[in-house]
């Protein structure tokens, strides 16, 4: 990618490069928790070689040109860890900017049966955490705002 700094006939335009807004990538993310089972989320890791390599992430992906978060996550989740989830709920949208990354992510929630399968199709690997745990994993700075809503809302549900 070409680098979008400014800079004049002297060199680089001190703090113009703040103002050059990157491009914005909407992205679709899924909260896929399990009720009875001690309140667990399902976490992937991201690959080798791609943005964030080796950190754990709510799954999910970038939402095409002429579909909704909901079409896109269904897509996603099948793409990359070959499940279909029906019963997926607006959570919270939030932004973030990764240095000449802008994201906008439309998080969804959805309960899913206890013995889902869960494939790496696209991921390194999957994990169900209990959401105790969630602290003790390196996640994305972006995911920060989702891991929250999650957490008070799972906390309000009642126990089974």
């Given at each position: 990618m070409k680098n979008t700094?400014?800079?004049?006939?002297?060199?680089?335009?001190?703090?113009?490069?703040?103002?050059?807004?990157?491009?914005?990538?909407?992205?679709a993310i899924a909260a896929l928790w399990r009720e009875c089972h001690g309140r667990e989320l399902l976490?992937?890791?991201?690959?080798?070689?791609?943005?964030?390599?080796?950190?754990?992430?709510?799954?999910?992906?970038?939402?095409?040109?002429g579909e909704s978060a909901r079409q896109a996550l269904r897509r996603e989740l099948a793409e990359e860890i070959g499940v279909a989830v029906q019963d997926l709920e607006p959570l919270v949208v939030t932004s973030h900017r990764y240095g000449d990354i802008l994201v906008r992510l439309h998080a969804l929630i959805a309960n899913v049966p206890p013995d889902l399968v869960v494939r790496n199709l696209a991921v390194a690997e999957h994990r169900w955490v209990p959401l105790d745990q969630l602290a003790d994993l390196e996640l994305p700075e972006a995911n920060a705002p989702i891991t929250a809503a999650v957490l008070q809302r799972l906390r309000r549900s009642p126990e089974c």
């Open positions: 700094r400014l800079e004049s006939s002297s060199g680089p335009l001190p703090g113009l490069a703040n103002l050059v807004k990157p491009p914005l990538t909407e992205v976490l992937t890791r991201r690959r080798p070689g791609t943005h964030l390599a080796g950190q754990w992430e709510l799954p999910g992906g970038k939402i095409e040109v």
